[in-house]
């Protein structure tokens, strides 16, 4: 399986696979909006092949310290249960690492992102930008940073408009 950059002509494939995966949820206008926004990263916004799957990272912070916000991660449903979201992770992950980023941070299942080396923030003295996120707030750290900087997490400005 193929996982690539999103170029320009995906967009709406995008959408298409989005709106499938969250049954036209927020989610589809939440990419809009970090696509126009400061935090978006053009590196760390991946497909899978043919756009079955799309996985994005944006610009967020602990504190001050830059780290990445993870999400959403969509998988057309037709290929759910595939590896698609699997290889979506793992290529987003090293793309991070490469890019020497220190921490993703997410907000989803404890079971299924455990399995990327993911982990509660708690644990690590990090805070959701909303209390009743802490038992599905995570974190990854990257690279060999043994220093995960600690403090409240912010997403970028458009995850505010939800």
Request: hydrophobic share 40%; aromatic share 8%; proline share 8%.
């Amino acid at each position: 399986m193929l996982i690539r950059r999103e170029r320009p002509s995906d967009i709406d494939a995008i959408t298409a696979v989005t709106s499938a995966a969250f049954k036209a949820g927020p989610e589809v206008q939440l990419i809009e909006w970090l696509r126009a926004d400061e935090g978006w990263i053009p590196e760390l916004s991946l497909v899978a092949d043919g756009v079955i799957g799309h996985v994005v990272c944006t610009r967020g912070y602990v504190g001050d310290v830059p780290a990445l916000g993870l999400g959403p991660l969509s998988v057309h449903p037709d290929h759910q249960r595939q590896g698609v979201g699997k290889a979506l992770m793992h290529s987003v992950i090293g793309a991070a690492e490469a890019m020497n980023e220190k921490v993703i941070v997410l907000l989803g299942s404890p079971d299924y992102y455990s399995r990327y080396g993911f982990r509660l923030a708690r644990e690590f003295g990090i805070t959701p930008p909303v209390a009743e996120w802490d038992p599905h707030f995570q974190v990854r750290p990257l690279g060999t940073s043994d220093e995960v900087p600690s403090g409240a997490f912010r997403y970028a400005e458009p995850f505010n408009r939800l």
